[in-house]
Nanobody
Framework: QLQVAESGGTLVQPGGSLRLSCATS????????IGWFRQAPGKEREGVSC????????YYADSVKGRFTISSDNARKTVYLQMNSLKPEDTAIYYC??????????????????????WGQGTQVTVSS
């Protein structure tokens, strides 16, 4: 059974750092794209960062470039999102999901969350003083 589970979300002050984890089961991470998405109240779900090891395709939303880093530990079957210099506008529920591997258009596009599946329950990140 293919499953993902997010963890690591919490309350953090502006300028702080946080690392989110996405534990997977039933997957070989080398055969899938993995994406981090977020959804703030009243807003649509948006792609934050995605990665596919098939061709080292990596995507970051403009709003997080230079601050967030996606990485994976294939042995632990876990994908991480390191978030630095956090801002109040980063407040959202963060989800991970899987998609077809490779760079778009052949693989899933981080700009289109509908192309991803096997969504987790999400983890809440709140950036506030």
């Amino acid at each position: 059974q293919l499953q993902v589970a997010e963890s690591g979300g919490t309350l953090v002050q502006p300028g702080g750092s946080l690392r989110l984890s996405c534990a997977t089961s039933g997957f070989n991470l080398e055969h899938w794209s993995i994406g981090w998405f977020r959804q703030a109240p009243g807003k649509e779900r948006e792609g934050v960062s995605c990665f596919s090891s098939v061709d080292n395709y990596t995507y970051y939303a403009d709003s997080v470039k230079g601050r967030f880093t996606i990485s994976s530990d294939n042995a632990r079957k876990t994908v991480y999102l390191q978030m630095n210099s956090l801002k109040p506008e980063d407040t959202a529920i963060y989800y991970c999901a899987t998609g077809l591997p490779g760079s778009p258009p052949f693989g899933a596009s981080c700009r289109r969350p509908s192309e991803f599946s096997n969504w987790g329950q999400g983890t809440q990140v709140t950036v506030s003083s």
